[in-house]
């Protein structure tokens, strides 16, 4: 590497071979420190320079007066069928360059990417799913989420020892991590959780968790028990969604286990209300609820309130319900504490703002309101993230950062004007004031606009055996 008069350059690079340059913007990287006004030259998909000094390129995208940042990496979007074109592109107005189905994730890793290779607007990666194995083998006829004996019984000695199995062949064949839904198949049993849980710490990936309803300091000390019995590494979803009020005391929960030496790490997403299955096993018990709780539940198909009889006509048939559980207070502090990284839980439909708002709302309202500092946001939706997966996945080692021989996956925007324009009657508007997206270097959206036509994504992969 060569680096003279401020400028650097890979070897064998002069500053008019590179393919694009994005000229003055303000660089925040928070894995190097680095927040200077700099230029950044991409040949091959890949950072080659990061200047003080003007680089010429073959095409230059002006930031000044603009943020340049890595891409934004989301553990947490649901992507168990077919790509979503509407989604992808919602994802990239957004900032999110890269997006990954690590919770329910899949049964089948080489079908699932099979399925995008070459067709993806965004990078994308995959986790073994504790419950579509669980499902696949007790012959479960739910739709994304268990409905029948997957969520309902407990597991025979031979059904726990195919799960098993499925999920080692699914980490032999590459899967970025294990993921559970403990809330969704509460009849698995510990030994059941405990071997998957093993399968994972043997191959050293992280298990992602969507912790049990009910109490949430014992769900939250539940899973670190069995990380911890097993020697895996730990990432639970979605901490105010199943911390609720609850939120501050789990967050303590983590942060003392972590004390105690346990790889564990956690997520949320900057909204009051959550999303999930009607028919799952998460609202069993329904019947005893009162009245005045189903008022809080939201149909996004017709946009109706809903009550015991509405709860129940939808139950039968199934769907997606947002559910109002959680208080602005509470999400702004867990977006606020140290240990939390950014992730939207988005869905395959945009039926929750979520989805296409997640990025912007923290680096918009939440910033310029001080619930935390510009960088720290960054953080929490780039390396942080990235280097909760780089053991497992070592490609994950160049994403997260500006910085050189990094792949080229930046998210370009005006720290002024960001902001969510999603809702939950509207969930599928683009986010605003996001100027320029490159994702591998390539650019999928250009002043503010998505570009046609290109799907530059590549697999996040683990080696496979």
């Not at 290779?117 to 986790?127: A, R």
């Not at 006829?141 to 309902?152: M, Q, V």
């Not at 909760?388 to 910085?403: A, I, T, Y």
């Amino acid at each position: 590497m060569l680096i003279a008069g401020g400028l650097c350059v890979v070897e064998g690079f002069q500053p008019d071979t590179y393919d694009v340059v994005i000229a003055g913007g303000r660089v925040i990287d928070p894995a190097s420190g680095l927040d200077e006004v700099r230029h950044v030259g991409i040949s091959d998909g890949v950072i080659r320079a990061i200047s003080a000094q003007r680089l010429n390129g073959r095409t230059t995208l002006d930031a000044s007066g603009l943020v340049v940042a890595p891409g934004f990496i989301d553990l947490h979007q649901h992507a168990q069928r077919t790509i979503n074109p509407a989604v992808d592109k919602l994802k990239v107005m957004d900032g999110v360059t890269t997006a990954l189905e690590l919770e329910v994730g899949t049964d089948d890793i080489d079908r699932w990417y099979d399925a995008r290779e070459g067709k993806s607007l965004l990078n994308y990666g995959v986790s073994i799913g504790h419950i579509p194995t669980r499902m696949a083998v007790m012959k479960d006829p739910g739709d994304f989420l268990p409905s029948g004996p997957a969520a309902h019984r407990a597991a025979r000695a031979g059904e726990i020892a195919d799960i098993a199995g499925r999920i080692e062949r699914g980490l032999s064949r590459g899967a970025v991590a294990v993921g559970f839904g403990f809330a969704y198949t509460p009849e698995a049993a510990r030994a059941e959780l405990v071997d998957a849980f093993k399968a994972a710490a043997r191959a050293g990936a992280s298990a992602h968790v969507h912790m049990r309803g009910g109490d949430p300091v014992a769900s939250a000390n539940e899973v670190i028990g069995i990380a911890t019995e097993a020697g895996a590494p730990l990432h639970i979803v979605h901490v105010q969604s199943s911390g609720g009020a609850q939120t501050a005391r789990v967050l303590s929960v983590v942060s003392d286990a972590r004390g105690r030496g346990v790889d564990v790490t956690t997520e949320m997403y900057p909204y009051i209300a959550g999303q999930t299955r009607i028919e799952s096993a998460l609202f069993d018990g329904w019947e005893s609820y009162p009245d005045d709780r189903f008022k809080n539940y939201l149909w996004p198909a017709t946009g109706e309130r809903l009550t015991r009889e509405t709860f129940a006509k939808y139950r039968k048939i199934g769907g997606s319900i947002i559910m109002f559980s959680n208080t602005e207070e509470v999400v702004r502090g867990a977006a606020a504490h140290p240990l939390t990284m950014i992730a939207s839980d988005g869905g395959q439909a945009p039926t929750h703002p979520r989805t296409a708002g997640t990025y912007s709302h923290v680096l918009g309202p939440y910033v310029r309101d001080g619930v935390l500092t510009l960088t720290d946001a960054l953080r929490k939706m780039t390396i942080m993230p990235a280097q909760r997966l780089e053991r497992r996945v070592p490609s994950m080692q160049r994403k997260g950062r500006v910085q050189l021989g990094a792949d080229a996956d930046v998210t370009v925007f005006d720290p002024q004007r960001i902001a969510d324009q999603s809702t939950y009657e509207q969930a599928a508007r683009s986010s605003t004031g996001i100027k320029y997206v490159l994702v591998n270097g390539v650019a999928v959206v250009r002043d503010g606009r998505l570009v046609e036509g290109v799907a530059p994504g590549r697999a996040v992969r683990a080696p496979a055996k």
